[in-house]
């Protein structure tokens, strides 16, 4: 209801001309408002519209009004059978926000009023507003995983049809693709037929676009290290830069700083789970916490990602704020105050640093800067820790899991009779 009332007095404001007064409300949350909303719902309608003038989007876009070549799925263009106009973005930017909106009420709800005000935290924060106001489609992404989490919770022909939500977020940005881990829960006879059809689903998609798929992961762009960025190769990339350390120094901390944390998440996972440390969680706070973690992780690690996309941490919320307060794994206590502040991360490193830029000399605002950023480097590190840990023993409870490690093990014990 909050998230909501504050999405109505945005609009209204920026709707009855109170522009300057918006626009100073979205910077103190720590984002900067293009000229006008949903410049990234845009990204796509505008592609449209030029693939549909017979241009070729995949090498420029012109119709773009920061002349962005597209680079997201070939799927998208499916939308090409429209007859899009510029007049068709207010009213589809505004549905991908409201559907989002609609989305959070299939939330697990928290379980005391104080799990209750750390999810509108989680809800209210710089990353979701920033993601409304610009309109991303990963809103659809998250719209498309409530569904799948929801879904998997119910009967074997709903759980049919939360599969082909995780499938479609797969086909439309890559990177959910991971979603599909969730069809563990199944015996491990059914999993294999739902994978078996992911994977023919997966390699017709690949058939059908290759051409144009390659050209748009060839385009998936980067950006400055110390910028509103996250993932696995942000800190290892700043240090590169900043202490000018050769190239080669990105790759190996940023392949040592992964291999750390899965490992060391994976032990925790593992001892997570033969203590239950995880057994407090419901089914639904089971599975909205695997999916928030297997989006968050899967691009964490796969590239770089713009603040916004941290708005997936809303799906871990309802768990993490159980965990907070029942879990017996010490560490477990801080996996949601790291979540809720990586949520409004925008706002306190912008706004702090804005405040040094203006009252200190430029050596001392460099360090304020510099200090805030490996802040922030480390909670992404420790969080993404925590949230391998929890896939990992989400996935050690599974049925398909737990039955091919009953397999393995009886294996072992009659070689060793």
């Known amino acids: 209801m909050i998230g909501t009332a504050f999405f109505l007095v945005m609009v209204a404001l920026y709707c009855l001309g109170f522009v300057p007064l918006y626009r100073g409300i979205m910077e103190f949350w720590g984002v900067y408002p293009f000229d006008f909303p949903f410049v990234d719902t845009d990204t796509v309608l ?24 597209y680079d ?30 609609l989305s959070l009420s299939l939330l697990p709800v928290g379980r005391s009023w104080r799990n209750a005000r750390w999810i509108t935290a989680g ?37 049919l049809l939360g599969y082909g939500c995780a499938l479609l977020a797969g086909l439309l940005k890559y990177y959910p693709m991971t979603l599909m881990l969730i069809a563990t829960r199944e015996r491990p006879g059914r999993f294999m037929a739902v994978a078996a059809a992911s994977i023919m689903a997966v ?30 190769v942000t800190l290892g990339g700043g240090l590169t830069e900043w202490l000018g350390l050769p190239p080669v120094a990105l790759k190996i901390i940023r392949l040592a700083l992964s291999l750390l944390a899965i490992s060391i998440g994976v032990r925790l996972g593992t001892r997570s789970h033969e203590c239950g440390a995880l057994t407090v969680l419901n089914e639904r706070e089971r599975a ?47 996996a949601l105050p790291l979540a809720i502040g990586l949520l409004w991360s925008g706002a306190w490193y912008h706004d702090i640093v804005a405040v040094a830029a203006a009252t200190i000399r430029h050596h001392g605002y460099s360090l304020v800067q510099t200090g805030l950023w490996i802040v922030r480097e480390a909670m992404w590190w420790s969080l993404v820790t925590l949230l391998v840990s929890c896939v990992t023993d989400l996935l050690l409870a599974s049925n398909t899991v737990s039955a091919c490690l009953r397999y393995v093990n009886r294996h072992d014990y009659k070689i060793k009779i």
Request: proline residues 4%; contains cysteine; hydrophobic residues 55%.
């Open 46 to 69: 505008s592609a449209i519209r030029c693939i549909n003038r017979g241009v070729d989007v995949y090498a420029a876009n012109p119709c773009d009004v920061l002349n962005r070549v």
């Open 72 to 101: 997201y799925s070939p799927l998208w263009t499916v939308l090409s059978v429209f007859p899009m106009t510029r007049a068709w973005l207010p009213p589809i930017g505004m549905g991908v926000d409201i559907i989002f909106l």
């Open 123 to 159: 809800i209210v924060s710089s990353a979701t507003v920033f993601a409304m106001e610009r309109g991303n489609n990963d809103l659809v992404l998250f719209v498309l995983a409530v569904g799948a989490a929801t879904l998997v919770c119910q009967s074997d022909r709903w759980r």
């Open 203 to 232: 390699a017709l998609f690949a058939i059908v676009t290759w051409h144009d798929l390659v050209r748009a992961l060839s385009l998936i762009p980067t950006g400055s290290y110390f910028g509103d960025m996250f993932g696995s």
């Open 288 to 334: 909205f916490l695997l999916v928030g973690a297997l989006l968050i992780l899967s691009c964490f690690f796969t590239a770089q990602n713009i603040g916004y996309r941290a708005v997936h941490l809303i799906l871990v919320l309802p768990a993490l704020s159980v965990l907070r307060d029942t879990s017996n794994i010490r560490v477990f206590r801080y």
